[in-house]
């Protein structure tokens, strides 16, 4: 009895410590966009890339900014954050950043290359 309750408290302690960031397709992304008007939607990509085409009102934080820690542009943990970047990739990685430094509400949704939605910026293509 005692060997099955050590194994049950280790199977919630694993559980619990697997807060991970959340993928959502772009159609889910764009819903829970229109939906949450508070929510960061985060463009991970240089300040060129963001340039050439984003998404309206994406706050822009580098990736390199969140290697380094810069998380200054995000301050509230709780909020809801919506990250995207070029192909996926990079959105990935930033979204296990911030789950990894407790930010909670953590959703990546793949690169702007495939977004369908609205698009800001110099290269509209």
Not at 8 to 20: K, T
Not at 49 to 67: D, M, Q
Request: glycine share 8%; net charge neutral; charged share 25%.
């Amino acid at each position: 009895m005692k060997k099955f309750l050590l194994i049950i408290c280790a199977a919630l302690l694993i559980a619990g410590c697997g807060n991970n960031y959340k993928h959502l397709s772009h159609d889910d992304a764009k819903i829970m966009i229109e939906s949450n008007p508070d929510a960061i939607v985060l463009d991970v990509r240089t300040k060129e890339e963001y340039g050439r085409k984003h998404i309206p009102n994406a706050l822009l934080v580098p990736i390199e900014n969140l290697s380094k820690g810069d998380f200054s542009k995000l301050p509230d943990k709780d909020a809801k954050i919506l990250i995207y970047c070029w192909t996926g990739r990079r959105a990935e990685d930033a979204a296990q950043i911030l789950i990894e430094h407790g930010y909670k509400n953590v959703y990546e949704f793949g690169g702007i290359v495939d977004w369908n939605g609205s698009i800001s910026g110099v290269d509209l293509k």
